[in-house]
Each structure stands twice: as structure tokens, then as C-alpha cells.
């Protein structure tokens, strides 16, 4: 297992190795590290050996390109993913095409996982709908299955996953209070080395409209991190969907505690110092084809593919910092890595889209 985690000095040097994506604004800083503009997803696929074999490929050829940012989840393919993860960060660092130091990891925890449900740890009412858990033991135990399925000592975030499930049987106090507790658990797994930086890993929580009992509020996820940790609290990163077709992280206005003055999601965690990851670039491939012909044609043919297109319009995003992409063959990473060939979209070019 690997001691290390990403460190500033490590990422600084990948952004070192890769100078042609460097030239091309490839790379972002979050939380004093260097970040790729794309992250390699891992939830899709069937859960069988040729499925493992081609994600440990694509995540190898991922990392040997450049991407430093991989993203799973224990209950991604029922665990299959992290352990494709675990061999693939094990044969870059012994062939020596990457070193652990350069390598931003996260992983997520909340759903229950077949094969993995401590049931000796839970009591009536710590899961909801018979599918959910954000208790500390429970997450304590989960990020230790993770650790050994990644083979590392150390992940480099750590999400609550979809903690805006709870809020659909559960009043909004009490889901706040239960993640309190969780921000409580990640700052002893930080104490204790086991995450670097603790987030939440949403769907629909950040995406709700104003007004609505279902959505999350970052100011209150923040307050709740400060009473965890202090004011140098690891609570970092937010993760959500991000896309052509699914916006709302800079079009819909739903954080704040007063309609008039709310601000969209990447306005709120920018000035929280939080670092925004947008999942679903691609929405699991409904955004590889069929794009409007008033989108498309604000492209060059530098990028003639819609997916690259797509990709290339996400990670172009103003406070978006990393676009995941889901990837599960080497051969569409490497056709979505041509999207570094060419920088992202200035911000005036970015707001054409929207007609500003």
C-alpha cells in the first residue's frame, strides 16, 4: 500500500512533465495543488473481468497522458472500479510513469454496497430506505474497504456521496445534524491520515431551484465543517454534475438564505474556498451526438467529434475545475484527450453560449 498522497510539490512537477498541455492551460490549482481539466470517471460498465481489465487500461493510459484525477466510489460497480483503480495506480508507480505524489484520488461513501454492509456497526435508523447511511462508524468502515481496494494509506478526497438522499425522508435538521456528524468522522480520518481533504459528491443537491426542502445549502455545510474542524477545516471540495445540458451549477441561483441575493453554486464555493468538480461532462454518453447545430458551429475543426466538443465546452467552465469524464477504454481516452490540444474557451468566448 502507498504512504503518500498528492502533495503540491508532486502536481507541480506532472504540470512540469506534460509542458505541451501545460502551454494549453490544461491544468488548474485547487487547494494548493495542480489539477487536470479532465478527471477519468469510473461508475459505468458491467461487472465482470473484461470490464475491470479495460478500466485498469484506460486509467494506466489516463495517467501516462497527463490526467492526474480519478474519481470512484465503493459502490461503483459494486467495488469492481476501485480495485481496477488499485492495479492501475500500482503498475504507473512501478513502472515509474507517475509517482503517488502526483496522483489526485477520490473516492465516495454513503450507499450500502453488497458484500460490504457492516451490519455489527448499525442500529435502527442509521440507514435510510434500507439503501443509505451517513453514521461514522459506517463511513469510517467504507473508506477502509476503499483504502484496501486502492491499495493506497491515504485517499486524496473523500466524499459523502448523495447526502441529499436523506432529505427525501428525513427533515432538513436532522439530515444537517447527520452530516455534521460525518464532517466530525472525515476531520479524525484526516487527523488519523487516512484523507487529505473531505467533500460532498452530489446529483441533485446543488441543482435544486431556490426555495425547494431538497436542496443543499453550502453556507450551512461550511458552518458545519467550521464547528468540525475549525476554521482550518479539510471540508474542500464539491462534486455535481456539470454539462451542456445540465447547467445549474452557473445558471441557477439557489444558494443563500434569501432569494433576492442568492448566487449560483461555483459563485457560493469560491467564496467559501471551495474547489467545484462537475461529473457527468458527458451524461454517460447522451452528449457524444445530436448537439445543437448553434453549438457546434462555435468549434474549429481542432476538435472535430461532438463528445470532444462537449468536453471542451465543461472543462472550459469559469470555477469549474475539473470536468470527469467517464471513461472504461484506453482508446476514448484517448480520443477525449485531444480536447488538451487546444485551451479552453476564454470567458468572454464561454459566455457567447449563453448569448451574453
Known amino acids: 500500500m502507498h504512504p503518500a498522497s498528492a ?51 484506460a486509467v494506466r493510459t489516463a495517467i501516462r497522458n497527463g490526467i492526474n484525477v480519478v474519481d470512484t466510489s465503493l459502490n461503483y460497480r459494486h ?33 450500502l454496497v453488497p458484500k460490504a454492509i457492516p451490519t455489527e456497526l448499525l442500529q435502527p435508523g442509521d440507514v435510510v430506505a434500507n439503501m443509505h447511511c451517513l453514521k461514522p462508524a459506517f463511513l469510517q468502515d467504507q473508506l477502509e474497504r476503499s483504502l484496501v481496494n486502492l491499495r493506497l494509506q491515504r485517499v486524496d478526497i473523500f466524499y459523502l456521496h448523495n447526502p ?3 432529505l427525501q425522508f428525513l427533515e432538513p435538521a436532522e439530515v444537517y445534524r447527520r452530516i455534521g456528524a460525518a464532517f466530525e468522522a472525515c476531520e479524525a ?62 445558471s441557477v441561483r439557489n444558494q443563500g438564505e434569501d432569494p433576492s441575493a442568492s448566487v449560483p453554486v461555483v459563485e457560493a464555493a469560491h467564496a467559501l474556498g471551495l474547489s467545484v468538480i462537475g461529473s457527468a461532462t458527458l451524461m454517460q454518453g447522451r452528449l457524444t451526438k445530436d448537439l445543437p447545430e448553434k453549438f457546434l458551429e462555435k468549434f474549429t475543426d481542432t476538435l472535430p467529434t461532438q463528445a470532444q466538443r462537449a468536453i471542451q465546452f465543461a472543462r472550459s467552465t469559469p470555477g469549474i475545475t475539473t470536468a470527469l ?24 468566448e464561454y459566455y457567447s453560449f449563453y448569448g451574453r
Open 7 to 57: 502533495s503540491p510539490q508532486g502536481t507541480q512537477s506532472l504540470r512540469k512533465r506534460f509542458a505541451s498541455l501545460e502551454k494549453n492551460q490544461f491544468y488548474r490549482l485547487a487547494q494548493g495543488l495542480t489539477l487536470s481539466s479532465l478527471g477519468i470517471g469510473t461508475y459505468l460498465g458491467s461487472m465482470d473481468d473484461d470490464t475491470d481489465r479495460a478500466y485498469t487500461s
Open 164 to 166: 441529499e438522499t436523506q
Open 325 to 348: 469524464i467517464g471513461m472504461s477504454k484506453a482508446e476514448r481516452v484517448a480520443e477525449n484527450m485531444v480536447v488538451g490540444k487546444v485551451k479552453p474557451f476564454s470567458e468572454a
Open 79 to 111: 467495488q469492481r472500479s476501485e480495485r481496477s483503480i488499485g492495479r492501475a495506480i500500482e503498475a504507473v508507480i512501478q513502472s515509474g510513469d507517475s509517482a503517488r505524489n502526483e496522483l489526485v484520488i477520490s473516492t465516495k461513501a454513503g450507499y
Open 189 to 250: 480520518m484526516v487527523a488519523a491520515g487516512q484523507i487529505a481533504y473531505y467533500g460532498i459528491a452530489t446529483w441533485d443537491g446543488l441543482r435544486r431551484r431556490p426555495g425547494g426542502s431538497d436542496g443543499l445549502q453550502l453556507s450551512r455545510l461550511a458552518a458545519l465543517a467550521r464547528q468540525a474542524g475549525g476554521a482550518q477545516h479539510h471540508f474542500r471540495f464539491v462534486q455535481l454534475p456539470f454539462s451542456l445540458a445540465m447547467p445549474e451549477a452557473i
